[in-house]
T-cell receptor
């Protein structure tokens, strides 16, 4: 059973550009969550999608957005990149929405560097 | 919002020693999870705890869901070099609220 797949694994952008990250959840999983990981702040919740609907959103500016497709694949977009957006972006999937006792399975992450 | 205080931040131990780390919060959680992250990888689930007072083992790892539902600990016995990594606690508050993570404990094992 394939795990959570994130692409690209590494990318470098410059300030002001925008970036799109992709996540393919485990087959059958309908919930996808995104987290930003930085050395100082740990894992910060970005948003969660379930059945193409955003269920939860973390405390991030509107430059961060996401969506989920009918096949449960998800993308997140960051526009007008800032230096502080440099981080590891982790996607995690679960069978049902995380309000139930369903644990998250993480992908390996997309490491974004903003120059 | 809910916050998890994870300690210690980092640990340096000798191979063969036992390790203990914990997470505390001022809020109640319905589920506690412990993850481990290796360099360049995403966190991997080690142990899930669903009931207050629950004590669960996974090989050399043992975790407990605190009776007050506001804390959890993870013990690793007889550490080995491959235990190196960052350990995260995570709590699920219940309701329509996402998983909350501690800031991690970085474990280094000296052979």
């Amino acid at each position: 059973k394939a795990g959570v797949t994130q692409t690209p694994r590494y990318l470098i952008k410059t300030r002001g550009q925008q970036v799109t990250l992709s996540c393919s959840p485990i087959s059958g999983h309908r919930s996808v969550s995104w987290y930003q990981q930085t050395p100082g702040q740990g894992l910060q919740f970005l948003f969660e999608y379930f059945s193409e609907t955003q269920r939860n959103k973390g405390n991030f500016p509107g430059r961060f957005s996401g969506r989920q497709f009918s096949n449960s694949r998800s993308e997140m977009n960051v526009s007008t990149l800032e230096l502080g957006d440099s981080a590891l972006y982790l996607c995690a999937s679960s069978l049902m929405a995380t309000s139930g006792a369903n644990v998250l399975t993480f992908g390996a992450g997309s490491r974004l560097t903003v120059l | 919002g809910q916050q998890l205080n994870q300690s210690p931040q980092s640990m340096f131990i000798q191979e063969g020693e036992d390790v203990s780390m914990n997470c505390t919060s001022s809020s109640i959680f319905n589920t506690w999870l412990w993850y481990k992250q290796d360099p360049g990888e995403g966190p991997v689930l080690l142990i899930a705890l669903y009931k207050a007072g629950e004590l669960t083992s996974n090989g050399r790892l043992t975790a407990q869901f605190g009776i007050t539902r506001k804390d959890s600990f993870l013990n690793i016995s007889a550490s080995i070099p491959s235990d190196v990594g960052i350990y995260f606690c995570a709590g699920l508050p219940g309701g329509n609220t996402p998983l909350v993570f501690g800031k991690g404990t970085r474990l280094s094992v000296i052979a």
